[in-house]
């Protein structure tokens, strides 16, 4: 019950400016990235396929080209599901402070100043977990075709797994060494997985996975300071 009553104060928070704003910028941002890897792909295609395939008894034909462009787009379609979590997790790591501390500031204004991580650190981090999420999303994919009945789930368990271990991680380094956080984790592994796939099974959602990222930080900062105890002292 813990975790949606973190979800429904995360909602609640909305209006806050600051959070808002992290929102509509993460928001463009991975729509930006999705339209650029759409674009490569269209474009690496465009490269590789030729306008015109001589047939033999037909001779030349003009729409292959086309018909390969179309396919592409309906893979994209497809795809964009899988890309949503790697795109979106890695544009949310740099509002990550952001939100973290509205949430702070609303509801745990007794806690000191934090140490966030430098921007370089973020954006390090980010491209780090972005890469992981899609090796990782791209192996599973394999056992998507294989098991298709079974892929929401796998997708879901996988990716919950991969995405409650990073937020949880981001969000205490702020006030934990890494040893510490690490140890936190893991003696919470079991509820900071499930929260994880409560937050990738709306991510498998069109518009819907657009904001849940943010969602997501903001959960997992309720979560830790419930893990660390609320009368926690950096």
Same mark, same amino acid.
């Given at each position: 019950?813990?975790?949606?009553?973190?979800?429904?104060?995360?909602? &609640?928070?909305?209006?806050?400016?600051?959070?808002?704003?992290?929102?509509?910028?993460?928001?463009?941002?991975?729509?930006?990235?999705?339209?650029?890897?759409?674009?490569?792909?269209?474009?690496?295609?465009?490269?590789?396929?030729?306008?015109?395939?001589?047939?033999?008894?037909?001779?030349?034909?003009?729409?292959?080209?086309?018909?390969?462009?179309?396919?592409?787009?309906?893979?994209?379609?497809?795809?964009?599901?899988?890309?949503?979590?790697?795109?979106?997790?890695?544009?949310?790591?740099?509002?990550?402070?952001?939100?973290?501390?509205?949430?702070?500031?609303?509801?745990?204004?007794?806690?000191?100043?934090?140490?966030?991580?430098?921007? &370089?650190?973020?954006?390090?981090?980010?491209?780090?977990?972005?890469?992981?999420?899609?090796?990782?999303?791209?192996?599973?994919?394999?056992?998507?075709?294989?098991?298709?009945?079974?892929?929401?789930?796998?997708?879901?368990?996988?990716? &919950?797994?991969?995405?409650?271990?990073?937020?949880?991680?981001?969000?205490?380094?702020?006030?934990?060494?890494?040893?510490?956080a690490a140890k936190l984790r893991r003696n919470n592994r079991m509820m900071i997985w499930v929260a994880?796939?409560?937050?990738?099974?709306?991510?498998?959602?069109?518009?819907?996975n657009l904001i849940v990222p943010v969602l997501g930080v903001a959960v997992f900062t309720h979560q830790?300071?419930?893990?660390?105890?609320?009368?926690?002292?950096?």
């Open positions: 019950m813990t975790l949606f009553t973190d979800l429904f104060r995360a909602v &609640g928070q909305l209006d806050d400016r600051r959070f808002l704003g992290a929102v509509i910028w993460s928001l463009l941002l991975t729509l930006a990235g999705l339209v650029v890897i759409f674009w490569l792909v269209m474009v690496l295609l465009g490269a590789a396929l030729p306008e015109t395939v001589n047939l033999p008894f037909i001779g030349a034909v003009t729409f292959v080209d086309n018909l390969a462009s179309w396919a592409a787009a309906g893979l994209m379609l497809v795809l964009s599901v899988v890309l949503m979590v790697p795109t979106a997790a890695a544009v949310v790591g740099f509002f990550l402070d952001s939100v973290v501390e509205a949430v702070e500031a609303r509801h745990y204004p007794h806690l000191p100043e934090a140490n966030p991580a430098s921007t &370089g650190s973020q954006i390090l981090d980010s491209i780090r977990f972005f890469g992981l999420l899609i090796v990782v999303n791209l192996i599973a994919l394999v056992i998507y075709l294989l098991v298709a009945p079974l892929a929401p789930f796998i997708f879901w368990i996988v990716n &919950g797994l991969l995405l409650g271990r990073e937020y949880f991680t981001l969000v205490a380094l702020r006030r934990l060494s890494p040893a510490d994880g796939t409560l937050m990738a099974v709306p991510l498998s959602v069109p518009v819907l830790f300071h419930r893990m660390a105890g609320s009368g926690f002292r950096a």
